[in-house]
């Protein structure tokens, strides 16, 4: 190392040599002590001996905390800094990323953390649209800088010595970034490290063994992404929709779910006033039909004579009469005004849980950016020459949902690129652009989001799946030449079967595929495949917008009654259509035996010219219809939710339960079931399969 003042280096080592002998001293002045240690720390510094400097900080915080080890372990520093620097090299010189021994984890004071936390992580949302954005490199490079540098001085002044130490070394790396290839080599280098330094946010005592692992260790840091994708703790209420004028708090996420909850407490007992009110109405009709007959019995008695009623019995039943009468009338106003109040306080919760709904809300646009970037480094690692096309970023979504969805979205992701998009030269051999495409679209359905995931590679055989499922005696051959495609490619989700004498056919699909689809299924949405032999592949995400809040259809099947989400039913129509004639029974399509006539068909499938990723239509019947409401679907134990294709279950006012079913499980069931049904004619088939 040179120093570029070989002064200010003389002077440093003879302040290290005089103050050395005071933290050697014994007895020891532990007030001198302390006070050399400050100097030296101070002198370090301001000599370019950062790391020096660093580990004196680190010392003399031990001795503020009455470390009795602090002052010898000082001593033995500053006695080895003082042989560096006399033989001309640095005094500790740089291991980064590997951290110091003495480099440690303290915990931070609840209150500090809470504004700390929320500083970094929204540092973090910053450097990863850095990352994603396509632009001037250096111009990036110097952009990341600024944000490394602020969250060294964050994590500096709530005393976060891992992430002070870590940002100072990942500041160090990329701030000598002049020229392109440079600029790029230090973001690739920023993002390579992104993982790490969520990690030293939630979980810094993995993150620093992780750092100080040898390569062995490396797979390690897929664990830490995992669980360290910077969780939008915190909700900005400008995300309600509020302009960028007004004040920004900042409230804990977790807080606003319990709002959340507290909200479906109130609606419970608010379905039960207004049950109560309505049975107050059915009471208070009732009376008045008592009365009618009470008045009807006076007039065939007749007015009182000698032989008849005595005078006082009429009396008494007149003054029955008119007191039922009032009191009738009474409870039915009562009960209306009841009634009256209890839609008010549907109103006022339904407005309050959305306002508390957009505030916990983001944009698509930051999972798309960290997509990207993972498309990208996938790229870089096989080879293959990838652009992304991105469309409908600025959707909104539930912000843990988000954070959820990251990590199914990155398995298709990496999929699309590994094991969809060809390399540049096999590209040109099938007459493709040397290019590939992996397109992100999100668009919003109802109060449903669908992220789309499309590639331009080679797409999946789905001749060769069926003759391969049936064979490994998945499904029948019947079954098979009846099924669409997207009922075949849904056995891509099995565990192994694309390990099944398939890996040449799926390259690699299928590997993984079942740990996304359960990812998905957790957060109440579910995954749709299709292919083009040839010419690429496409996942279909579909999760709720809100979480756990959905619009819902009453549908009744035999004598249960189930919620279906009212965005999945596209049309209505009775069973003597032409169009649905034939349709399964809902409770066909839950193996919950055969079902009735059906007096209404429901389609579940999406109309053809309903937009580029158009379904064929998929009926089912239904006995009854009810009406729409917005209601909390609660995720079902493992145990319930393998009895069928249900999403959640909806808690009643009275304490009863109610499933919702999973539309999207339903839809290839009631295909294959229409296709294989009575009245499915053989054409229909063929042009299905």
């Known amino acids: 190392m040179t120093h570029p003042d070989p002064e200010l280096l003389r002077l440093l080592i003879q302040e290290l040599e005089r103050h050395v002998v005071a933290l050697e001293a014994e007895p020891r002045d532990t007030a001198d002590a302390k006070r050399s240690l400050h100097a030296l720390r101070g002198s370090a510094g301001l000599a370019g001996e950062r790391e020096l400097a660093a580990a004196l900080d680190r010392l003399h915080r031990r001795v503020r905390e009455g470390d009795a080890n602090a002052f010898p372990d000082a001593a033995a520093v500053v006695r080895a800094a003082i042989g560096q620097l006399s033989d001309g090299r640095t005094a500790i010189a740089s291991t980064w990323p590997v951290p110091p021994d003495d480099l440690v984890a303290r915990p931070l004071d609840s209150l500090v953390r809470i504004q700390y936390a929320a500083e970094v992580t929204d540092r973090l949302a910053r450097i990863d649209e850095a990352v994603a954005k396509v632009g001037d490199p250096v111009e990036l490079v110097r952009v990341l800088y600024r944000h490394v540098h602020t969250m060294k001085g964050a994590s500096s002044a709530v005393g976060d010595e891992p992430m002070t130490w870590f940002c100072h070394g990942l500041e160090e790396s990329i701030g000598r970034s002049d020229s392109t290839a440079s600029a790029r080599a230090a973001i690739h280098e920023v993002a390579r490290w992104r993982v790490i330094l969520g990690a030293l946010l939630d979980e810094p005592e993995k993150a620093l063994a992780l750092l100080r692992g040898d390569g062995a260790r490396r797979p390690e840091l897929a664990a830490v992404a995992r669980v360290s994708t910077v969780p939008q703790a915190y909700v ?76 006082a019995a009429l009396r008494n039943l007149d003054v029955i009469s008119r007191e039922l009468g009032a009191c009738g009338d009474e409870l039915g106003t009562s009960s209306t005004a009841l009634l009256a109040t209890a839609q008010a306080m549907r109103d006022g919760v339904a407005h309050t849980r959305k306002q508390l709904s957009a505030m916990r809300q983001t944009t698509v646009g930051g999972i798309f950016a960290r997509l990207t970037t993972a498309i990208e480094t996938e790229a870089r690692r096989t080879g293959r020459a990838v652009i992304v096309r991105t469309r409908g970023a600025d959707e909104m979504v539930d912000r843990q949902i ?36 992996v397109a992100l679209h999100a668009r919003k359905i109802g109060n449903r989001l669908r992220i789309t995931i499309a590639d331009d590679g080679a797409g999946v055989d789905v001749i060769d799946v069926r003759r391969r499922a049936v064979r490994a005696g998945l499904i029948t051959p019947t079954i098979a030449e009846a099924a669409d495609d997207d009922t075949l490619l849904s056995l891509l989700f099995l565990p192994g079967f694309s390990t099944r004498e398939s890996s040449d056919l799926l390259a690699g699909r299928g590997i993984g595929l079942d740990i996304t689809r359960a990812s998905v299924q957790r957060l109440g949405g579910a995954i749709q495949l299709s292919s083009r032999t040839g010419e690429g592949f496409t996942a279909r995400v579909d999760v709720p917008i809100e979480r756990g809040l959905v619009t819902v259809l009453w549908v009744g099947a035999g004598d249960g009654e ?39 068909c429901i389609d579940l499938g999406r109309q053809a010219g309903d937009g580029d990723d158009a379904e064929p239509s998929a009926w089912v019947r239904v006995d009854r219809l009810g009406r729409t409401e917005e209601l909390l679907v609660r995720p079902l134990g493992p145990l319930v939710s393998g009895l069928g294709p249900f999403a959640g279950a909806i808690v009643r006012g009275d304490g009863s339960l109610r499933l919702a079913i999973d539309a999207f499980a339903i839809v290839p069931r009631a295909r294959a079931l229409w296709t294989v049904g009575p009245g499915a004619a053989p054409a229909r088939a063929n042009g299905r399969s």
């Not at 407490?265 to 379905?271: L, M, P, T």
């Open 236 to 311: 900005d209420l400008r995300s309600a929709g509020h302009d960028e004028g007004s004040p920004l708090i900042r409230v804990q996420a977790a807080d606003v779910d319990q709002l959340i909850e507290s909200l479906e407490v109130i609606d419970r007992e608010r379905e039960r006033i207004a049950a109560r009110a309505q049975r107050g109405r059915e009471v208070a009709a009732s009376m008045r039909d008592i009365r009618a007959l009470l008045i009807d019995a006076q007039r065939l008695i007749g007015p009182s004579r000698p032989w008849g009623a005595p005078a």
């Open 402 to 437: 988000a954070e959820q969805l990251v990590e199914p979205c990155l398995q298709l992701v990496r999929n699309a690129v590994a094991h969809g998009i060809e390399t540049p030269e096999a590209r040109a051999l099938l007459g493709k652009t040397p290019t590939g495409t």
């Open 562 to 600: 189930f919620a279906l989400p009212a965005a999945n039913a596209k049309r209505v129509e009775t069973n003597d259509s032409g169009e649905a004639r034939g349709a399964p029974h809902l409770l066909e399509c839950l193996d919950a035996g055969v079902g009735g006539e059906g007096r209404y």
